[in-house]
């Protein structure tokens, strides 16, 4: 959805996806927990009545025998609002949107376009989620009625790492103060920045894929840039550290989101520091909110004296509640159209 430019994130998600494209279609694996995964071919712009139609075609030409190869009409998922325009066209049971993200908020993407399409989406999707309580409201003004599903997490998965050793963060000085996600212009650079300035020892490690980050992060002292590490070594990386932070700015697209990093974060057993926004304030027992880079700075240094306070250690155990496998059984409802009592 991002809108092309002359940089080499565009360069190097393009050549990305034209590997996709001659790889064809990955083949699911037998047993039906594995599904098949498609790249169809897409035209990445959206603001025109011609590019819209291209994708169109272009979306019907790839999903279309696949769908009519199924035994009956299935129940299309979508996160992204580009597929709006397939509604009543693709032959589908029930279309649900699942939103995940304010999209017409986002950095780098066509807002206007976005905000047409999900429009459209919301209007004749048969059913609507929402994982944050920010974007529920947002749909609900829209006149429709959105379920809340909120994100999941594996405990033990975060809570028990291997021992292995993560070879990136081998010589950094301690004590590590660590983020990982995207780092785009979500990212305060003045939260990092006051942080960076106070400490008198220690490594900020911020790990993850670059979209469009503020070059200032580059060059701000006692802040090491990692490339995005695999998934199964991130709990390990949580190991290694002191403090866990997500110093996100305040904008109308981080008070829509519902990171899947802040659960995740909460199950390592490490003190956690993040912005003050509405998806963190359901959790402000469990870790500490800030709202100025002073009071992040100082929260951040604290817990590294501290570690983990007891009281919010205890105020975690809640996450036994918030599996992935009981978000998949609400969703599966919804999903699917079962009322419920």
Same mark, same amino acid.
């Given at each position: ?8 994130? %565009? ?11 001659? !790889? ?16 169809? $071919? ?15 075609? &272009?979306?019907?030409?790839?999903? %279309? ?22 509604? @009543?066209?693709?032959?589908?049971? !029930? ?8 999209? @017409? +908020? ?7 376009? &976005?905000?047409?399409?999900?429009? !459209? ?32 997490? +594996? $405990? ?11 070879? #990136?963060?081998?010589?950094? +000085?301690?004590? *590590? ?7 785009? $212009? ?12 106070? *400490?008198?020892?220690? %490594? ?54 519902? #990171? ?5 974060? &909460?199950?390592? @057993? ?6 003050? &926004?509405?998806?963190? $304030? ?56 079962? +009322?419920?009592?």
């Amino acid at each position: 959805m991002r809108t092309p430019q002359f940089d080499r994130a %565009t360069v190097s998600r393009g050549v990305e996806k034209i590997r996709q494209w001659l !790889r064809g279609p990955i083949p699911a694996d037998a047993g039906p927990a594995n599904p098949r995964v498609l790249n169809p $071919r897409m035209w990445p712009w959206f603001s025109t009545r011609f590019g819209r139609s291209l994708n169109r075609r &272009l979306l019907l030409r790839a999903l %279309t025998p696949v769908v009519e190869s199924l035994p009956e009409p299935p129940v299309v998922v979508t996160t992204l609002p580009i597929v709006s325009e397939l509604i @009543g066209v693709l032959p589908a049971r !029930r279309w649900v949107y699942y939103c995940v993200d304010d999209f @017409g +908020e986002w950095p780098g993407l066509d807002h206007t376009a &976005l905000r047409r399409m999900e429009r !459209r989406l919301i209007d004749e999707a048969d059913e609507l989620i929402a994982v944050s309580k920010t974007l529920q409201t947002k749909l609900d003004r829209s006149g429709r009625t959105a379920a809340l599903l909120t994100h999941g997490v +594996e $405990r033990e998965f975060w809570a028990a790492p291997p021992p292995t050793e993560v070879p #990136p963060l081998t010589g950094l +000085e301690r004590p *590590l103060i660590v983020f990982w996600g995207v780092v785009d $212009r979500r990212m305060d650079m003045a939260f990092v920045q006051k942080l960076a300035a106070d *400490l008198e020892w220690g %490594t900020i490690v911020i790990v993850g894929p670059e979209l469009d980050a503020d070059p200032a992060l580059r060059s701000i002292p006692r802040v090491v840039r990692l490339p995005p590490l695999a998934f199964a070594q991130l709990p390990c990386v949580a190991r290694e550290a002191s403090v866990l932070i997500m110093p996100y700015a305040d904008l109308p697209v981080t008070r829509a989101i519902q #990171p899947l990093k802040l659960k995740e974060y &909460l199950c390592t @057993g490490k003190p956690t520091v993040v912005r003050d &926004l509405p998806a963190n $304030r359901d959790w402000a027992d469990c870790m500490d909110l800030a709202d100025t880079p002073e009071a992040f700075s100082r929260a951040v240094r604290m817990r590294l004296q501290t570690r983990l306070p007891v009281h919010q250690k205890a105020a975690r155990a809640r996450l036994s509640h918030e599996s992935w496998r009981e978000k998949a059984q609400v969703f599966e409802r919804l999903v699917i159209g079962v +009322e419920t009592d």
